[in-house]
């Protein structure tokens, strides 16, 4: 089990410091402004599709906390000094 982790991980294969600037390059860069909304709004839809239509609540549930990470990533960065 300790090597699936491992290998997920992205921390262990990859520097903190590279880590944190993909991050704040996506947030900045391709999460805000219009693409953003976009991603926002097909997770959000896809969200109300797999738990309302499809009745897979867990599914749904995902798409949502997608949406919300999209939705508020940047501005928690920009508000905690990362961006």
């Known amino acids: ?9 992205p921390l262990s294969y990859m520097e903190s410091d590279k880590y944190l600037n993909i991050w704040q390059y996506l947030f900045a ?4 402004g219009f693409w953003g909304r976009l991603i926002a709004i097909i997770f959000l839809a896809l969200s109300i599709y797999f738990g309302v239509r499809r009745r897979s609540l867990q599914l749904g549930a995902i798409f949502f ?18 961006i």
């Open 1 to 9: 089990m300790e090597g699936i982790t491992t290998k997920i991980n």
């Open 29 to 32: 860069h391709i999460l805000s």
């Open 65 to 82: 906390v997608l949406a919300l990470c999209v939705t508020y990533g940047a501005p928690a960065m920009k508000l905690l000094g990362l």
